[in-house]
Nanobody
Framework: QVQLAESGGGLVQAGGSLRLSCVAS????????MAWYRQDPGKQRELVAS???????NYADSVKGRFTISRHNARDTVYLQMSDLKPEDTAVYYC??????????WGQGTQVTVSS
């Protein structure tokens, strides 16, 4: 069974940085596409960044130049380095894994709160 565990969220002042981690288990991580999403209460879950198994990345316009997604296959881990954080980045951040057969799995999320 695929399981994802996010960590690294917290409270930070505007302009600060955080690094989120998501550790996967139960899958062949190196063959999976990974992504970070976020959701604010009352809003739809939105894509923040994604990275394919070959390392291609994609970012939401709102985070380009501030966030960096990366992966460490030997550690079954995907990261989201967030810099120059803004209050509008406040949300619960979720990790998603897409395996070869197209099935998708979600973590439980980690809260990021940016104070102004």
């Amino acid at each position: 069974q695929v399981q994802l565990a996010e960590s690294g969220g917290g409270l930070v002042q505007a302009g600060g940085s955080l690094r989120l981690s998501c550790v996967a288990s139960g899958s062949i991580f190196g063959l999976a596409d990974m992504a970070w999403y976020r959701q604010d209460p009352g809003k739809q879950r939105e894509l923040v960044a994604s990275i394919t198994r070959s390392g291609s990345t994609n970012y939401a316009d709102s985070v380009k130049g501030r966030f960096t997604i990366s992966r460490h296959n030997a550690r079954d881990t995907v990261y989201l380095q967030m810099s120059d954080l803004k209050p509008e980045d406040t949300a619960v951040y979720y990790c998603r894994e897409t395996v070869l057969n197209g099935a998708q799995y979600w973590g439980q999320g980690t809260q990021v709160t940016v104070s102004s």
